[in-house]
Nanobody, 112 residues
Framework: VQVAETGGGLVQAGDSLRLSCTVSGPSSYAVGWFRQAPETERDLVAGISWNGNRTYVADSVKGRFTISRDNANNTVYLQMSNLKPEDTAVYYC????????WGQGTQVTVSS
């Protein structure tokens, strides 16, 4: 199982960004997006069930972040809008299939 995140970058406050998580290997798996800022714990930002019927978005980003998936392309998206400097972190994707499989992370930096 391989997990890869793309789409990070440097943006300004108020901008939008879409992260992609591509998973190769299993056919059905739940996915979580996490983020970790320097000297902080890795926190769950959003999650989605294997078929997309159930989603979770953390209160801290609710109304600004949306999670979705395209199973035909083995990709899960994290759409982020109205970004704030406090959203700056490394964003990780984890596929849950018996155990967690993690990607290498993608940096998101939001300037004020």
């Amino acid at each position: 199982v391989q997990v890869a995140e793309t789409g990070g970058g440097l943006v300004q406050a108020g901008d939008s960004l879409r992260l992609s998580c591509t998973v190769s290997g299993p056919s059905s798996y739940a996915v979580g997006w996490f983020r970790q800022a320097p000297e902080t714990e890795r926190d769950l930002v959003a999650g989605i069930s294997w078929n997309g019927n159930r989603t979770y978005v953390a209160d801290s980003v609710k109304g600004r972040f949306t999670i979705s998936r395209d199973n035909a392309n083995n990709t899960v998206y994290l759409q982020m809008s109205n970004l704030k400097p406090e959203d700056t972190a490394v964003y990780y994707c984890a596929a849950m299939w018996g155990r967690e499989y993690w990607g290498q992370g993608t940096q998101v930096t939001v300037s004020s």
